[in-house]
């Protein structure tokens, strides 16, 4: 079964890090360029970054720019998602997703709407809250 699997996620304080990861089971993601994206309650989809598939590029949204850092570990099949200085505006909840053989189609997706359609597999989200 080809799944995404993050994981990661929970409480920090505004300030505070955490770091998520995504990872893949049933295929290799080195084929694949791995994005980010988030879910506010009451708010759309949005995204987040994109890593290609040798990770010697990234895309990141204006909001989190200086804040979070994409990577990823091909021998591990996982993507990372390194989230620092987080704010109450991060509470969400993050999901990966394949963005095929580049992160081409991320770009669109910094506007909402995303066009989850565009993406193959995604995985079931984790929760990230910013609270003190």
């Known amino acids: 079964q080809l799944q995404l699997v993050e994981s990661g996620g929970g409480l920090v304080q505004p300030g505070g890090s955490l770091r998520l990861s995504c990872a893949a089971s049933g295929f290799t993601l080195d084929v694949y360029a791995i994005a980010w994206f988030r879910q506010a309650p009451g708010k759309e989809r949005e995204g987040v970054s994109c890593v290609s598939r040798s990770g010697d590029s990234t895309i990141y949204a204006d909001s989190v720019k200086g804040r979070f850092t994409i990577s990823r570990n091909n021998a591990k099949n996982t993507v990372y998602l390194q989230m620092n200085s987080l704010k109450p505006e991060d509470t969400a909840v993050y999901y990966c997703?394949?963005?095929?053989?580049?992160?081409?189609?991320?770009?669109?997706?910094?506007?909402?709407?995303?066009?989850?359609?565009?993406?193959?597999?995604w995985g079931q989200g984790t929760q990230v809250t910013v609270s003190s």
């Open positions: 997703a394949v963005s095929g053989p580049s992160c081409t189609r991320f770009r669109a997706s910094l506007r909402p709407p995303v066009g989850e359609e565009n993406y193959d597999y």
